[in-house]
């Protein structure tokens, strides 16, 4: 059984950072390219960055030099630095493989707000 499993979500004033993380299981981790993805109030879920194979990382233009996606295969785990953030960064966030690796396997996400 395919899991994904977030944590690492709060609540953080503007400026501010967190880090989050995601153990995936179920999969051969080492073989899926991931992704962090978000779903703000009353939006359509959003990919926001991923991470190949090899390491290389994109990211949507709205993050992009604000967080810094990375993994560790040896733990089966995919992080995403998150700074600088913004109210408008409030969300849900998901991981999953990128593209998804089936719409039965998305997880709780973990909950990001950025207020004052």
């Known amino acids: 059984q395919v899991e994904f499993v977030e944590s690492g979500g709060g609540w953080v004033q503007p400026g501010g950072s967190l880090r989050l993380s995601c153990l995936a299981s179920g999969i051969i981790f080492s073989f899926y390219p991931m992704g962090w993805y978000r779903q703000a109030p009353g939006k359509q879920r959003e990919l926001v960055a991923t991470?190949?194979?090899?390491?290389?990382?994109n990211y949507v233009d709205s993050v992009r030099g604000r967080f810094t996606i990375s993994r560790d295969n040896a733990k089966n785990t995919v992080y995403l630095q998150m700074d600088s953030l913004k109210p408008e960064d409030t969300a849900i966030y998901y991981c999953?493989?990128?593209?998804?690796?089936?719409?039965?396997?998305w997880g709780q996400g973990t909950q990001v707000t950025v207020s004052s």
């Open positions: 991470i190949a194979l090899g390491g290389r990382a």
């Open positions: 999953n493989s990128d593209p998804p690796y089936n719409a039965k396997t």
